[in-house]
Each structure stands twice: as C-alpha cells, then as structure tokens.
C-alpha cells in the first residue's frame, strides 16, 4: 500500500521552511484540500503536500478507513493505512518536528492517529484537527505526555450532523490539561470547514513551526 500525493512546492530555490500536510476527508480525494494549501501558507515558505487516501470503498472516492463507528474506525483497514502513511510521513524531503499535519473528518481522524500515536519522538510540529474525532482502536494509544506548549489547532461545527460536535469538545478537554498551546474554534456550521478560521490556521501554521 502506498500513497499517492499532490505537491505544492515552495517558492524560490531555497529550501523550504517546513511541511505543511493536509488529510482529506472521507470519499474525497488529494484535490479536496489542495487549496488550503495557498490558504494557509500564502507566502509559498513550505513544502505543501495533500495525500490521497489509500483505499477506495463505497460510495466512491479516496478513504483512510472503513466505517466502524463513531470513534471506533475498523481496525483491519485503519492499521494499514495508519502504517502505510507513517512511512510516507517518515520519507518526505522535510523532518517531521518541521511538518504540520492536518486534516478534515476523516483526515482529522488519522492526525490525531499519526500525530500523537507515535510516541513524542515522531511527533510533528502541529496538528490541525477540523471536524473529527481522536480514534479508538484496539492497538493504538495516544501519547498525551510532554505536550506542554504543543501546537495544536480543533475545529468543528456546532450543527454538524456527521461527527457531532461533542466529539471536538471532548479532543478539547483531553489535550488542555496536558498544558498543550490549544487553539479551539466553533462555527455555527455542519460538516465542513468554517473559512472564516483559515486566517487563525495560517497564524497558527506559522507559530507552530516557530516553537
């Protein structure tokens, strides 16, 4: 299994400051959130990259997972697609600790897996987490130590009818007490990503690769 990925590169010959990694959501594809890209990082200072999810299931489009329920994703397709991105993650051009990683739903999903299901050593520099859920899988074991002043960035829809926004609420009091640097927003919106908090996203892209 391996995946595929459109790339935005950085402007000019010089290297690029950091990564930027957005994880679409279910039934979408890697040009879903392409455009974020140029949202959140206007200046073109990162290497921007939206992945394709790896397997294609019912009713269509790219998926990171199988529907298990609502935290649990099914555990035969989570975990390899949760391998398959964390070696894709581990051979980009730019380090993990200069990356932030993102995503919408699903792709929220998998940013909370990847992001602190690795142990503090494979942590990147930030997670964006819009209208998602931290997952429970048999396996899997989120590391919520040393997260004192960690970047990290929720956002969710008060009438979204897909994930409810108590799962948001609930990523929110599971990470503040850690003394993570948390940036919390909801929007009086369903299941979608609420434009109006891109400019904090971008603020909060550029602090997390300042930290």
């Not at 594809?29 to 974020?36: A, G, K, Q």
């Not at 994703?73 to 390899?80: I, L, R, Y």
């Not at 897996?113 to 987490?129: H, N, T, V, Y």
């Not at 994930?163 to 929007?187: C, H, K, N």
Request: hydrophobic share 40%.
């Amino acid at each position: 299994m391996t995946l595929q990925a459109l790339e935005r590169r950085a402007n000019g010959k010089r290297e690029p400051e950091g990564a930027l990694v957005l994880l679409h959501g279910r039934g979408a594809d890697e040009c879903d959130l392409y455009p974020l890209l140029d949202e959140l990082d206007p200046e073109r200072r990162l290497l921007g990259v939206a992945p394709r999810g790896p397997l294609s299931l019912p009713p269509g489009g790219a998926h990171w997972y199988a529907l298990g329920g609502i935290p649990t994703p099914d555990p035969s397709t989570f975990w390899p697609t949760f391998e398959a991105a964390a070696a894709w993650l581990d051979a980009l051009p730019v380090p993990l600790e200069r990356t932030v990683l993102g995503g919408f739903s699903q792709g929220a999903v998998m940013s909370w897996a990847l992001g602190l299901g690795r142990g503090a050593a494979k942590r990147p520099a930030g997670i964006i987490a819009l209208s998602g859920f931290m997952p429970v899988v048999d396996g899997l074991e989120l590391d919520l130590s040393g997260l004192d002043g960690y970047p990290i960035a929720i956002g969710h829809g008060t009438y979204d009818p897909v994930i409810s926004v108590q799962f948001g609420r609930e990523s929110r009091t599971r990470v503040e007490p850690t003394g993570a640097d948390v940036l919390y927003r909801e929007y009086p919106l369903p299941h979608t990503i609420d434009p109006g908090f891109l400019p904090r996203l971008r603020l909060f892209a550029r602090h997390a690769l300042l930290s």
